[in-house]
T-cell receptor, first 115, second 114 residues
Framework: DAGVIQSPRHEVTEMGQEVTLRCKPI?????LFWYRQTMMRGLELLIY????????DSGMPEDRFSAKMPNASFSTLKIQPSEPRDSAVYFC?????????????FGPGTRLTVT | AQSVTQPDIHITVSEGASLELRCNYS??????LFWYVQSPGQGLQLLLK??????LVQGIKGFEAEFKRSQSSFNLRKPSVHWSDAAEYFC????????????FGAGTILRVKS
């Protein structure tokens, strides 16, 4: 099992640019989560999907953030336009809702730096 | 709403000493409880989980945790710490009433001194 795959692993961009983060969940998992981790705020849930449908996006900071899951094996988190305060590590995680134990498996993260 | 408290931000133990990391949760029904570990520059790795049955659960890397409903706690333990255990540890709670969303604690950073 390849685990959760995220790309890129590192992204450095200038303020105002569009940033797209990508995630491939574990095959067979039907829930996908996007988190943001910073020193100040810790680990925050941004949005999660069940069966490709967004269930809870209350953690998305503002309209500059958007997430999609066009199919069961791919999701994107987009920031447009990016700002320096968006600098953080973004994690994707997946789980199998059918197993009723709900443990999440995390990807390695994307470290985003906005200058 | 569910919540998780990890009272210790930092803990330092000597290599070979025992370890206990505290976790208290707030949840109205039967919780699902998890411990994750994050090494520097890495993602979170599941150490162990509890969702029913035996209240003492064994995990990877020699860790164990005990669910105590009366104390709303799920403390993580290891009898003898190795230098490679230095990392940040997160407790998380979930449950059927909240879908499969987990709430994470703020984390405890473990330092191991030789």
């Amino acid at each position: 099992d390849a685990g959760v795959i995220q790309s890129p692993r590192h992204e450095v961009t200038e303020m105002g640019q569009e940033v797209t983060l990508r995630c491939k969940p574990i095959s067979g998992h039907n829930s996908l989560f996007w988190y943001r981790q910073t020193m100040m705020r810790g680990l925050e849930l941004l949005i999660y999907f069940n069966n490709n449908v967004p269930i809870d996006d209350s953690g998305m900071p503002e309209d500059r953030f958007s997430a999609k899951m066009p199919n069961a094996s791919f999701s994107t988190l987009k920031i447009q336009p990016s700002e320096p305060r968006d600098s953080a590590v973004y994690f994707c995680a997946s789980s199998s809702r059918d197993r009723a134990s709900y443990e999440q498996y995390f990807g390695p993260g994307t470290r985003l730096t906005v200058t | 709403a569910q919540s998780v408290t990890q009272p210790d931000i930092h803990i330092t133990v000597s290599e070979g000493a025992s370890l206990e990391l505290r976790c208290n949760y707030s949840y109205g029904a039967t919780p699902y409880l998890f411990w994750y570990v994050q090494s520097p520059g890495q993602g979170l790795q599941l150490l162990l989980k509890y969702f029913s049955g035996d209240t003492l659960v064994q995990g990877i890397k020699g860790f164990e945790a005990e669910f105590k409903r009366s104390q709303s706690s799920f403390n993580l333990r290891k009898p003898s710490v190795h230098w490679s255990d230095a990392a940040e540890y997160f407790c998380a709670v979930g449950g059927m009433e909240y879908g499969n969303k987990l709430v994470f604690g703020a984390g405890t950073i473990l330092r191991v001194k030789s």
